[in-house]
């Protein structure tokens, strides 16, 4: 059950306090109720929460924590109470949609689990880990392909938001279920480019053109590694290459969904611009301003900025 669990354990209790300081001694509650949260003292947080509960009937963030710490001794009942009172307030707390979801996956209830998760990500489609415990359900029904895609998605955003430690796991697990899974190789290398580990990345990046010779998103990688580490004379190759492989990569199944030859376009951009070869610099700019001009643009405002 933890393991599914934690995914809920992100709250903003704290910001309640601030409301409260006409009374000390509910303040007092609140502070003591976050931090017996925040250690998962789950019979401390459930008697003292009902206490809060009394005074403050609509707070959501208490009931929220209150139907954590329920669900975490097995009180899913209660747990369920909580969050359909939750929603019944505000019928956007997707975390509320979540804790359902899970409630309901270790029950063995997919289904029902699968319509909650559906519901987070039509509220916070960026979420990592509705993607993580979707791909959890998906290879126990099983459905290895949904899965895997479920997988991708969360290694996506969890490279996203720079969390590490699950996309080297998942990246292992995805390429346990199938091993020739380029996209898996080409997040991997990602992984280790982070971590300035450039012969690693490198070794990821072949395992994944070799898996998928039309690997469109492994080449744009390759590229903008070699860019970024000065091997210019490899960088053009590379990205021209991606956009060669776009149109075929994706019509793949487990393609990443990035635009590739946008990327590639801008990548190439700048890489003319480093070697003094404006005329290319400016072409590979036009046809990613016609490609997408608000992209384009946030993209030369960042390399402006990261050259003041």
């Not at 509320?96 to 909650?116: F, M, R, W």
């Not at 010779?213 to 091997?231: E, N, R, V, W």
């Not at 956009?243 to 019509?251: E, L, M, Q």
């Amino acid at each position: 059950m933890k393991e599914l669990l934690f995914i809920t354990a992100i709250l903003g209790i704290l910001h309640s306090c601030g409301d409260l300081k006409k009374d000390e001694e509910l303040e007092k509650q609140m502070e003591e109720f976050a931090s017996l949260y925040q250690q998962e003292r789950n019979l401390e947080v459930v008697s003292l929460g009902k206490k809060i509960l009394k005074n403050k009937p609509n707070d959501i963030e208490v009931m929220f924590g209150l139907a954590n710490a329920y669900t975490n001794i097995d009180s899913t009942k209660q747990a369920i109470e909580l969050c359909n009172r939750i929603l019944g307030i505000d019928s956007t707390h997707y975390f509320s949609y979540q804790l359902l979801g899970v409630i309901h996956q270790i029950d063995s209830n997919y289904a029902k689990a699968i319509q909650y998760y559906f519901k987070v990500l039509s509220l916070r489609p960026t979420y990592a880990r509705t993607y993580l415990n979707l791909g959890k359900i998906y290879e126990e029904i099983p459905d290895k392909s949904e899965a895997i895609k479920c997988y991708l998605n969360a290694i996506d955003l969890f490279i996203n938001h720079q969390f590490y430690n699950e996309v080297n796991e998942l990246c292992y697990h995805v390429l346990q279920m199938d091993s020739t899974n380029s996209t898996a190789y080409t997040y991997w290398a990602k992984l280790f480019i982070e971590n300035k580990e450039y012969e690693k990345a490198t070794e990821m990046l072949q395992y994944a053109i070799n898996s998928n010779p039309s690997d469109a998103f492994a080449y744009l990688t390759l590229g903008k590694m070699c860019h970024d580490t000065g091997k210019h004379e490899n960088v053009a190759l590379f990205l021209e290459q991606a956009i060669k492989c776009d149109s075929i990569y994706h019509s793949q199944e487990f393609a990443n969904q990035t635009d590739i030859t946008l990327w590639a376009c801008l990548y190439l951009m700048d890489h003319y611009k480093a070697i003094n070869e404006t005329s290319k610099s400016k072409d590979y700019f036009h046809q990613a301003w016609v490609r997408d001009e608000e992209i384009t643009k946030e993209y030369i405002n960042y390399l402006g900025n990261e050259s003041k």
